[in-house]
């Protein structure tokens, strides 16, 4: 039956891979990946490259830079004509003349008015200061002005404001004949009166067609023709090659220039995928089992690993730059909840993924990692919040060095160093600052535990706590020895060790039902209520207290991780007290089953350590004298015990941690107890 269940456990967790590998290979893009690194100055390591397909030679960001410019600085202003001011003021002009004319021969002289005053409309009136700011500076500009839906060229040097309207008029009606006559009528009529502008700045249609003018910019420059070699092996890479390079390998990583069978395309796709899961699969099983052991780990990590990777694609697909996506998040999630090897193994294979289809490859991979490991190492005391924006400065700072570092390394020049990437970089931390605040729900959805949770049940002043220190005194005083103790075993490991604290402070808890029948809590010297009680009725009742542990700690919602602490801190021993007082009572018994703690046996380094610092720290309580001698013995035995009775089969405990362990435990019990060494007599 326990093999089934196991067959039935391993088959969800490899379908729980294939789905992710399923989700991975639909979110790589299904474009070629171009695998070949240039830089400018270096020499072509790689065979002669001839395109087997046409191809435009892109421009460099500096040249559409420089297109866009020159539109910018030559574009016309358009504005609209309004012929009805025309037509208002020459009749206006007209009725009033009419008014101050003496005799016939005036009309003459109206009629070559009016001739001026068509002819300054149609060279366009306008207001200097209608003029928008942008184009002051302008030589020689010329203005577009539309009449009846037709655009028409005027240079603005030609374009008369009032004051030039006024001085033309002045100008060409005395020239015709200077006598004293037109002056007089000339400054009766006030002509100025009759002078308005008659074109307006239309922004819309300025911006409209200077957009348009912007977006026909040509991103090309020019074809290069298949079968046209590219560039030699050992052929210096300079700015007019690279360029060509550039433009082949964006058409190469598209549709059109994949030249390869789609279906091998996709099954090379899965295999990466399945290559790098199964890596991954095979480092978790190795070292971090006990990931294995709930299903939502391992939905949690894969969940991550394949986001990454979508949104790492969704980028490259679009173009921008690949460091907006804040991968760093995920090692820093991972190691909240889990072993920061374990995060680090997950990121590694995030980076394998995406950086064969990012830009620059070998830069994107070099400044991930290096960034990625010390996001893990930062923030493995999130908890302490004032390391938050500590450990953000230092992950931009080594986005930042790592990036430079790679520059240099490539071009040697700070000139090729991309500000733009700088401020990606920015803007990716300050994602991951948001993205941080998840953990929370993540938390709560995968009923994880994180150190914040942990700080604040480690807190004595929570009801459980406190209801063990007044109901159960030497428990609670027996629990903060055992967390003091196993907490140091734990950091020589480099374990969890603020989850082994916690384990410790909660493992007894069972024991506030019936504190009295523990020998720690009696009052009275030399008496115990065991005394009058059959041995198998006794081992029972102490054996309940892992029992009642749990059903507490499930009543007070404490998390599984730390109920594991409850359940595995007596393994599968026995009473030992007990069976021997039964075996004596009943020498011919062979059930000693009632004798035996339920179990489980401990999985994880943790839980055996506070398996181990519980016996102990329970049992040097009996010690007669506190010797380095029977210290010793007395770790040695217990620990030696509860190998052989199997209750380390579990743990993954090496011999060499055993031995750090023991000599850790037996150095905490005689600093706790004063042990002096006894030097030998003389």
């Known amino acids: ?13 490899w379908i729980l891979f294939t789905v992710a590998g399923i989700l991975l290979v639909f979110s790589l893009t299904r474009n070629s990946a171009f695998h070949y690194e240039f830089q400018t100055g270096k020499e072509w390591m790689s065979d002669d490259i001839v395109t087997p397909f046409d191809f435009p030679i892109y421009k460099t960001s500096e040249e559409l830079s420089a297109d866009r410019n020159k539109i910018l600085t030559t574009y016309k202003p358009y504005f609209q004509y309004d012929a009805i001011v025309e037509q208002q003021q020459i009749s206006a002009f007209s ?28 060279r366009c009136v306008l207001r200097k200061d209608n003029m928008p700011q942008e184009f002051d500076n302008r030589q020689q500009l010329v203005i577009s002005v539309v009449k009846n839906n037709i655009s028409q060229d005027y240079p603005l040097s030609e374009v ?33 009166n009759y002078i308005q502008t008659n074109i307006a700045y239309d922004e819309a249609i300025t911006n409209k067609v200077k957009e348009q003018l912007l977006e026909s910019i040509s991103p090309t420059k020019g074809i290069v023709a298949a079968g ?8 210096t890479i300079n700015s007019k090659n690279i360029q060509i390079l550039e433009s082949f390998k964006k058409e190469y990583v598209n549709n059109e220039g994949f030249l390869g069978n789609f279906w091998l395309l996709l099954f090379g796709q899965a ?65 909240t909840f889990f072993r920061s090897r374990t995060a680090i193994f997950v990121y590694i294979t995030i980076i394998m993924l995406v950086s064969i ?69 920015g803007a990716n931390v300050v994602f991951v600052l948001f993205a941080y605040q998840l953990i929370y729900v993540f938390e709560k959805i995968f009923g994880f535990l994180s150190n914040s949770t942990l700080m604040e049940l480690s807190d004595t002043n929570r009801t459980l706590l406190r209801q063990l220190a007044e109901k159960a005194p030497g428990t609670f005083q027996h629990s903060m020895q055992v967390a003091n103790i196993a907490e140091e075993v734990v950091r020589q490991f480099d374990g969890e ?40 009725e006794s081992s029972k009742i102490i054996i309940k207290h892992v029992e009642n542990g749990v059903t507490l700690a499930k009543k007070y919602n404490l998390p599984a991780d730390v109920i594991d602490f409850i359940r595995t801190h007596h393994a599968k021993s026995k009473t030992r007290y007990f069976l021997s007082k039964y075996k004596e009572q009943n020498p011919e018994a062979t059930d000693f089953s009632a004798f035996s703690y339920p179990g489980p046996n ?10 181990m610092a519980d016996s102990i720290e329970a049992a040097s309580r009996t010690l007669q004298s506190y010797t380095e001698e029977t210290i010793n013995n007395l770790v040695e035995d217990i620990v030696n015990n509860q190998i052989s009775e199997g209750c380390m089969n579990d743990a993954n405990l090496t011999f060499k941690e055993l031995s750090l362990a023991k000599e850790i435990l037996k150095s905490k019990l005689k600093n706790i107890y004063h042990a002096r060494i006894e030097y030998p007599k003389t």
């Open 95 to 122: 009725a009033f003349f009419e008014n101050i004319a003496d005799n016939e021969s005036h009309q003459y002289e109206k009629n070559i008015l009016l001739n001026l005053l068509n002819d300054v409309y149609q």
């Open 602 to 611: 401990p999985w994880s380094k943790e839980l055996a350590v506070l398996m």
């Open 228 to 235: 046209t070699r590219l560039i030699a092996k050992g052929e």
């Open 357 to 425: 289809y990012a830009p620059n490859s070998f830069e994107f991979a070099f400044v991930s990692l290096a960034t990625g490991i010390i996001s893990v190492s930062q923030f493995r005391t999130w908890y302490r919040r004032g390391r938050l924006f500590i450990s953000i400065g230092l992950i931009f700072l080594f986005y930042t060095l790592s990036y430079i570092t790679v520059c240099l390394i490539k071009d040697g020049l700070f000139e090729k160093i991309n500000v733009k990437t700088i401020l990606a970089f």
């Open 1 to 13: 039956m326990t093999t089934n269940n196991n067959n039935i456990k391993l088959r969800k967790k």
């Open 271 to 335: 295999l990466l995928v399945a290559i790098c899961l199964f890596q991954l699969y095979l480092l978790l099983i190795w070292y971090n089992p006990e990931i294995f052991k709930r299903a939502q780990n391992i939905v949690f990590i894969l969940l991550l690993l394949v986001a990454a990777v979508f949104g790492s694609m969704q980028i490259i697909k679009s173009g921008m730059n690949i460091y907006l996506v804040p991968i760093t998040i995920v090692p820093i999630y991972i190691s």
């Open 160 to 192: 008369l404001t009032i004051d030039d309207a006024y001085n033309y008029i002045y100008s060409e009606f005395l020239k015709k004949s200077n006598n004293s006559m037109r002056r007089q009528i000339f400054s009766k009529i006030n002509i100025r």
């Open 497 to 536: 060790t603020l989850l082994v604290r916690v384990g410790a402070l909660y493992h007894d808890i069972g024991k506030i039902m019936n504190p009295e029948y523990f020998i720690e809590n009696q009052q009275t010297s030399g008496y115990s209520l065991h005394s009058k009680m059959k041995p198998e």
